[in-house]
């Protein structure tokens, strides 16, 4: 297979249906912007042996590249709309391979309703690469930033945290020799969490309408939050228990209370974390319920400078890591 | 240095007077569209080893990562408007390197009309990476399309070819073992064409008001006007004498005529090849003279199936290669 085969064999069924696409027969793709909306633009990376496992199934792969955009584009009330995608090989996939990448990406594509629109392809040495960006639209300067949280305001995150990061443990795990033990079932779930990650598309329209501010979760909730707030110039107290668990997560913290760590600090959670005004907080919590999303309230934004998780008797909690560095 | 201090210490500043890059410090960044435009987006990406030398200057690296997207938005009629940049580092280069790195990308933001408003850095093995996506403006449905080009149909190009690939035999050319030899000058001038890619931005209009088919040069004009010709269903007949040289081409071709297929097949021209219809050809050319671009017609679409570049005795050339293939 040469570039072109790739291309039209195996990708240009993930375009069908974008007339500015054409086929990924063209050069660049052509996105006609509805009247009265910004476009919101977000760049994410994922490589093997960095952010997920070179023997990963095919599917999973190209579902976390295309998810981890999408989780941004979600985080700042954007729609999801279209997608240009780089991939990188130090040889070519055998087209099996290709076609489970494609399978993972349409999956995803049909979850969080964005289409793939360009891209390029690249033969060098180094790990698979997936570099995506993603486009969605707002309306007209609605798009909800980081850098807007105010004292006063309530903390939420959507969905469970830390599942995907006991996931991964487990995902490592091949002497099953992780920290803790868990059911079969838990561990599929959590490992799950960590293939397959759901950004909750559906929060969309309560983030645009009630947030102050917001972004996704991607290297932990701690670290996280303090990009927030640190870009915002306030601080951050958060309530240990409060934290949403999933049952899975919640059966390994009870018999492992040391993993609590991995649920505050773990990274590749793509859940949401939003401040919002007191005034918002009863119609941000219904809009959330309508939509089908929990989100659930875990402290509050402070005057000061920096993020305190409390334990249950009120000290805050030190973690050894404090979360993901890209560097 | 972390991967903070990198955006908001070196690359901020690109992101400057650009509203909806909020200083890079959100995690996505939003393009207010001009009502009655379409957005044109584009993706490609450098590699050291494979698109350029490790030890090519870092600021003649971003300008090439930044001209070779431009490149593609030029040749489909569109204004360059914005930039996200995906970076990969095996290890975190130093921060002179960087800062050169974000030089070269300026003088290419200023030369182009373009500003960068987003994106991500990561470290992992592998060739340093430098992946952009650029997105520029057309009026809407206007975007030239490398797939209508029709019979009867002049063919242009901009410029002058096979500088580059001569540049690039000389640039790797330690040993001075060139099957070739040129002056000083010329062997400057023609590395720098290799290094310093100048798509030619000012015929943007021309193409958008008189091209049937247009896009860029990358990969060698046998191989990039075969594309066009075949995503449009027709042939093409091309004169070898009528391909631009510059003086240094002219000068390695007049000593050395078997690097003609260099001048045909060799990569990286970032020039512009593009399809005129005969009743548009003087308002083409006139366009392109009042642009201050060198347009030059090389041949004819017909009807039918390939490319063949004629000789001086108009029998058919050919070549060993035609052309750079990604895999």
Known sequence: MGEADIIQGVFAPLAAGFEGAFGLKDDAAAIRPPIGCDLVVTVDAVAAGVHFFSDDDAADIGWKALAVNVSDLIAKGAAPHAYVMSLAFPEMPDKAWLLGLATGLAEAQRAFGITLIGGDTDRRPGPVSITITAIGFVPAGQMVKRTTAKAGDHVFV????GDSALGLTLRRDGAMSAPFTVSAVHRSDLIGRYLR???????VPALRDFASASMDISD?????LTRMADASGVGALIDC??????DAARAVVASHPSEMASIATGGDDYQVLATVSPQHVAAFVAA???AG????EIGRIIV??????LGPDGNAISFDSTGYDHF
Do not use: F, M, N, Y
Request: aromatic share 0%.
């Open 158 to 161: 959507s969905g469970a945290l």
């Open 288 to 290: 959330a319920c309508v």
């Open 241 to 246: 228990e409060a934290l949403p668990l999933s």
């Open 304 to 309: 000061g400078h920096g993020v305190a998780i």
């Open 197 to 203: 990650p759901r950004p909750p598309l559906a929060l």
């Open 293 to 296: 999303v929990t989100v659930s």
């Open 220 to 224: 932990g909730l701690v670290k996280d």
